[in-house]
């Protein structure tokens, strides 16, 4: 059975930085693209970034470019993502999500929680 | 970066009944070396993390029952619903990952009327 756990959300100040963990299992993890979502409260869904099998290339959205950045160690089945200059818009609900090999997002976590605000 | 718009935001349709929600992108999301179309659509209920319905437009992924079904090419797209059931009450999303950014739609809330 395919799990995807995150962790690492807390309520941070604006300016602060953060590092999401994922811990992924019940699949080849370094066979597939990871990417991370977030839903605002109340919002709809949010692509953040995608990181493909091995790392060697990673993409983010326009909203967090050049202040996240993702990663992953395929020795640990883990994805991170490290969140720097955080803003309270960044606030949302992040997910961990596994691509299908085809780009469609076949598994999501349950989500953890980030709160920017003073 | 491709938008993706559906409609309607929100949609009320009685038990048994089908449901339709279209969404239509900003370009086209078929890849011409292979004939697929990079669109997906995702169900969210209150409180749960979304789930894939369809991905390639029209296929169904494993465990999602055949009353669900996904239609649509190039710019257009549809979600049926073809006997809508107490279950089926969510937010219903649109996303094209033909490119990045990937983009979703805005979502369509659907209730029992």
């Known amino acids: 059975e395919v799990q995807l756990v995150e962790s690492g959300g807390v309520v941070v100040q604006p300016g602060g930085s953060l590092r999401l963990s994922c811990a992924a299992s019940?699949?080849?993890?370094?066979?597939?693209?990871m990417h991370w979502v977030r839903q605002a409260p109340g919002k709809g869904l949010e692509w953040v970034s995608l990181?493909?099998?091995?790392?060697?290339?990673?993409y983010y959205a326009d909203s967090v470019k050049g202040r996240f950045t993702i990663s992953r160690d395929n020795s640990k089945s883990s994805l991170y993502l490290q969140m720097n200059s955080l803003r309270p818009e960044d606030t949302a609900l992040y997910y961990c999500v596994k691509d299908n090999s085809l780009g469609a997002f076949d598994f999501w976590g349950q989500g953890t929680m980030v709160t920017v605000s003073s | 970066d491709i938008v993706m718009t559906q409609s309607p935001d929100s949609l009320a349709v009685s038990l048994g009944e089908r449901a339709t929600i279209n969404c239509r992108s900003s370009q086209s999301v078929l890849y011409s070396f292979n004939n697929k179309n990079y669109l997906a659509w995702y169900q969210q209920k209150p409180g749960q993390s979304p789930r894939l319905l369809i991905y390639s437009a029209s296929t169904r992924e494993s465990g999602v029952p055949d009353r669900f079904s996904g239609s649509g090419s190039g710019t257009d797209f549809t979600l049926t619903i073809s006997s809508l059931q107490a279950e089926d009450v969510a937010v219903y999303y649109c996303?094209?990952?033909?490119?990045?950014?990937?983009?979703f739609g805005q979502g369509t809330k659907l209730e029992i009327k």
């Open positions: 990181v493909n099998w091995d790392a060697r290339s990673t």
């Open positions: 996303q094209q990952y033909y490119t990045t950014p990937r983009t």
């Open positions: 019940g699949f080849t993890f370094d066979d597939f693209a």
